[in-house]
T-cell receptor, first 114, second 112 residues
Framework: DSGVTQTPKHLITATGQRVTLRCSPRSGDLSVYWYQQSLDQGLQFLIQYYNGEERAKGNILERFSAQQFPDLHSELNLSSLELGDSALYFC?????????????FGPGTRLTVT | GESVGLHLPTLSVQEGDNSIINCAYSNSASDYFIWYKQESGKGPQFIIDIRSNMDKRQGQRVTVLLNKTVKHLSLQIAATQPGDSAVYFCAESLSGYSTLTFGKGTMLLVSP
């Protein structure tokens, strides 16, 4: 158990809908990362937050957004969902959000768009 | 458990064999590399890392080799066990940046 929690574990929704994925980092970690894992694209970095502020942005679509709250939990919002958004979404956390930090991954949320 | 990929290269070994998993990284400027293990239904888990000023680093039953000339990374697992069965990913990063770029992954299957 990495100490990172993600909810829900599974999510099934229809095209065009909007969903919110939730992540609680390990106790004491200030930085949260979001990743998307799909069959054809592998594991891709989406976005990173550190202590409530966006720190780095990767291959995140404009339909997707995220935030980190004062209690350090984070949410990833996915809107206008398409079939291709079906994937595993992982959250990871690290203490200071630097390249030296080990990232600890949560168990993921499986999103299925029908 | 969850399947992370149906089209990954697969390495099948017998319990007790040594396993070698290879990875070609993309950015010649990358100077920090990590191997992750992902078991079915779980998130990736850190195994071992190496910085570009080294060409070899050893951990417990694992060794990572780095060849910067050909942008190649390998993970050697000694005395492979059924519990080592998982998908293995290499990841690269630039020091000073916190983001990781992951390779496609290799599935390791260990038969008892």
């Amino acid at each position: 158990d990495s100490g990172v929690t993600q909810t829900p574990k599974h999510l099934i929704t229809a095209t065009g809908q909007r969903v919110t994925l939730r992540c609680s980092p390990r106790s004491g970690d200030l930085s949260v990362y979001w990743y998307q894992q799909s069959l054809d694209q592998g594991l891709q970095f989406l976005i990173q937050y550190y202590n409530g502020e966006e720190r780095a942005k990767g291959n995140i679509l404009e339909r997707f957004s995220a935030q980190q709250f004062p209690d350090l939990h984070s949410e990833l919002n996915l809107s206008s969902l398409e079939l291709g958004d079906s994937a595993l979404y992982f959250c990871a956390s690290s203490p200071q959000g630097t390249w030296r930090d080990e990232q600890y991954f949560g168990p993921g949320t499986r999103l299925t768009v029908t | 458990g969850e399947s992370v990929g149906l089209h990954l290269p697969t390495l099948s070994v017998q319990e007790g064999d040594n396993s070698i998993i290879n990875c070609a990284y993309s950015n010649s400027a990358s100077d920090y590399f990590i191997w992750y293990k992902q078991e079915s239904g779980k998130g990736p888990q850190f195994i071992i890392d190496i910085r570009s000023n080294m060409d070899k680093r050893q951990g417990q039953r694992v060794t990572v080799l780095l060849n910067k000339t050909v942008k190649h990374l390998s993970l050697q697992i000694a005395a492979t066990q059924p519990g080592d069965s998982a998908v293995y990913f290499c990841a690269e990063s630039l020091s000073g940046y916190s983001t990781l770029t992951f390779g496609k992954g290799t599935m390791l299957l260990v038969s008892p």
